[in-house]
């Protein structure tokens, strides 16, 4: 894990991001604090683990975990051809091999994992992706057995009706701003 420090580089990028319009006006020190709390939530995670960011937008969370996960692979996913030209150039710009951007629908990504043309994912997080129900349901879809999903939180409230936990059979754990669930076997 990355000792906590935002390289310059990244920051700047995601105030370009945020220039362009891709996520809100919140000051960039502020969204970064907020996409560190999916890293805490996370610890550490073991070289190989294989990370997707669903409807990455302008690279938030994305950015900020490749920035603390570089021996992760790490996939950043949104169906946005200005979003996924910004982040395929700010991936070469900051020289990591182990990010990739893919401009697809996340039901493409679903259908490849699940037929096996793609393995699931250990990690799959998310931000502003959609409504509470239909993210989780779409990241449960891409998850590993023993994975865990990692979910940008409101500030008050809970939004997740035991009905959906039960459904998915996951477990949900609050750590700061976000939601961690895990399959329960």
Known sequence: MHDG???DDVTETLRSAQRFGFFGS???????????????ALGTLPAGTRLIDIGSGGGL????LAEAYPRIEITLLDRREKRTDF???AVGRLGWSHV???RADVDDMIAAVETGMRRPFDVVTARGFGPPDVTLRTAHRLLSPNG???ISEPPTENRWPTEILVELV??????GGVSVFRPIH
């Open 5 to 7: 420090l935002m390289h």
């Open 26 to 40: 919140r000051p960039i020190e502020e969204a970064i604090q907020h996409s560190r709390q999916y890293v805490a």
């Open 61 to 64: 969370p994305g950015l900020v």
């Open 87 to 89: 982040l395929h150039r």
């Open 100 to 102: 990739s951007v893919i």
């Open 148 to 150: 865990r999903i990692v």
């Open 170 to 175: 996951v477990a949900r754990e609050q750590i």
